[in-house]
């Protein structure tokens, strides 16, 4: 790394000096209801794509990987996400079905982390997600999974503009 570009990097913009406040100890106790009045805050704030998210999986030797993916619901099965089963996402939760999400909403200085284990849902519930896709043509996708990550760990991220952020960290049974 060249001085230059280190000093770029520490000149870039932190977080803006208004973020919306957190209270971890006056929290909605559901963190499923907790994310969608965060998300719900991030859309009205006019965050792009507030339900994109990074997905980390592994293989089953632990070399992770990870890549943007759409939030697809949030049930009793676990949080959904879809994918290709012959991608390389979908080969490693073959191999090892464990999984992390992190949304990230800059303009607020939150981002939600969601750890814990992935189920395929039916076969069902793929074909469906298929074809309810934008710009579906009605063509079926037999590799097409949805899949539902079930919490074991969930945490909530609020920066302050003084550095003294707040994590608010809920552990699930599993």
């Known amino acids: 790394m060249t001085e230059s570009f280190r000093s770029l990097l520490r000149s870039l913009p932190d977080f803006p000096a208004s973020l919306p406040p957190f209270d971890a100890k006056a929290a909605e106790p559901d963190p499923a209801l907790l994310f969608q009045g965060w998300l719900a805050a991030a859309l009205a704030a006019g965050v792009p794509q507030p339900h994109a ?37 979908g080969l490693e939760l073959s191999e090892n079905p464990r999984a992390a999400m992190n949304f990230y909403w800059p303009q607020q200085g939150r981002q939600v982390r969601v750890v814990g284990s992935v189920i395929e849902l039916s076969a069902q519930a793929s074909t469906q997600d298929w074809d309810e896709r934008p710009g579906a043509d009605g063509r079926p996708n037999p590799s097409w999974r949805l899949y539902a990550l079930r919490p074991s760990e969930i945490e909530f991220w609020q920066a302050s503009a003084d550095r003294n952020h707040v994590r608010y960290r809920i552990e699930l049974s599993k």
């Open 53 to 89: 998210f990074s997905l980390a999986t592994a293989t089953a030797d632990g070399q992770p990987s990870s890549r943007m993916l759409i939030l697809k619901n949030i049930d009793e099965a676990g949080w959904h996400f879809a994918s290709s089963a012959k991608s390389r996402k």
